[in-house]
């Protein structure tokens, strides 16, 4: 999967989410979890670290 697959993919599932749920506390859960319940989501070619990726992408959009 292609980064900006992964991108739209993930902050389309974020943006499901409850907006009140959607906050800085929330990105470091939501970005684990996803790395942990969605290898089909994160496996995108990056440098540096996934988690870190994610979470900038989730924190852009609280």
């Not at 902050?11 to 470091?28: G, H, K, V």
């Not at 996803?34 to 924190?59: A, H, N």
Request: glycine share 2%; hydrophobic share 35%; proline share 3%.
């Amino acid at each position: 999967m292609k980064q900006s697959e992964a991108k739209s993919q993930i902050i389309r599932l974020w943006l499901s989410r409850p907006e009140e749920s959607r906050n800085e506390n929330e990105t470091a859960k939501f970005a684990w979890k996803i790395l942990k319940e969605r290898p089909d989501l994160t496996s995108f070619r990056c440098v540096g670290d996934r988690y870190q990726i994610i979470k900038s992408w989730l924190m852009q959009h609280i």
